[in-house]
């Protein structure tokens, strides 16, 4: 194997896990209904986006394909990070509206363990991280840097 040969088969796997990751949490949002709303059709678009910038830049790994690749994570990540925040909240409103005195602890106990599953936007986090991995330092992104193009 020459070198740099290996990096590139393991950027092909991470975007493969990205590929796979955006059309699985696609496929679970939509199963979900997860579209009541301009909030939860965001991370549907999100999903899209990463999709087919993924396939841009899989087809033609350039230092434009990798920066909207890189966009795309970056609104995966800021996007779970909003619906960690959604989620919580409605819980913790579902709660208090039941029991206007649980508070503190018991609080957040109940919202994390609510309906709305608190915690799932964090995949969407987690791919968002997993995508900024595979983009970081990427050839194509140095190659222009390194010709003076830049």
């Given amino acids: 194997m020459r070198a740099g040969e290996g990096e590139g088969v393991l950027r092909r796997l991470l975007l493969a896990l990205v590929m796979v990751g955006a059309l699985g949490l696609g496929a679970e949002l939509f199963l979900l209904e997860h579209f009541e709303s301009a909030w939860q059709?965001?991370?549907?678009?999100?999903?899209?986006?990463?999709?087919?910038?993924?396939?841009?830049?899989?087809?033609?790994?350039?230092?434009?394909?990798?920066?909207?690749?890189?966009?795309?994570?970056?609104?995966?990540?800021?996007?779970?990070?909003?619906?960690?925040?959604?989620?919580?909240?409605?819980?913790?409103?579902?709660?208090?509206?039941?029991?206007?005195?649980?508070?503190?602890?018991?609080?957040?106990?109940?919202?994390?363990?609510?309906?709305?599953?608190?915690?799932?936007p964090g995949a969407m986090v987690q791919l968002g991280l997993l995508g900024l991995i595979l983009a970081h330092r990427h050839p194509a992104v140095g190659a222009r840097n390194n010709s003076g193009d830049s």
């Fill in 41 to 120: 059709w965001t991370p549907l678009a999100v999903l899209a986006f990463i999709f087919a910038a993924g396939l841009a830049m899989g087809l033609r790994p350039t230092c434009a394909t990798v920066r909207l690749f890189q966009l795309g994570m970056g609104l995966a990540v800021a996007a779970g990070l909003v619906g960690l925040y959604l989620h919580y909240r409605g819980n913790a409103e579902f709660e208090l509206e039941s029991d206007a005195t649980v508070k503190g602890v018991a609080l957040v106990w109940a919202a994390l363990r609510g309906a709305t599953p608190a915690l799932a």
